[in-house]
């Protein structure tokens, strides 16, 4: 997840012919494919240049410790790590009508 793969999720859900893409990148592993499906089955569109697949890259994951009254976070950033802003189609994202980042 994360906040802005949640929030295209939802969006992706809502349905009404909106087209909702996330701009990012996973790693071409078991996670990467998760990730993608869930993605689709939510409705948003993965197929255009605006997710990345990067292969010998393991994705980023999160792993959420959660207690009676605290929680805490375990990173591995590998596939967030190598994001730049030239690695998605650029006239994919400028088509968009909005963006949120």
């Known amino acids: 997840g994360g906040s802005t793969a949640n929030t295209a999720r939802f ?3 809502l349905g009404g012919g909106n087209v909702v893409r996330l701009f990012s990148a996973v790693g071409n592993d078991l996670f990467g494919s998760y ?3 869930q993605l689709r089955s939510e409705g948003c569109v993965t ?3 605006s997710l990345v697949v990067l ?3 393991p994705t980023s994951v999160c792993v ?3 207690g009676p009254s605290d929680r805490g976070f375990v990173s591995c950033n590998t596939s967030n790590n190598v994001l ?3 690695m998605f189609d650029l006239e994919t ?3 968009q009508r909005h963006v949120h980042v």
């Open 11 to 13: 969006l992706g859900s």
């Open 35 to 37: 990730f993608i499906e």
């Open 47 to 49: 197929t255009d240049g």
């Open 55 to 57: 292969p010998g890259v």
């Open 64 to 66: 959420v410790l959660s």
């Open 84 to 86: 730049f802003p030239g």
């Open 93 to 95: 994202l400028l088509a």
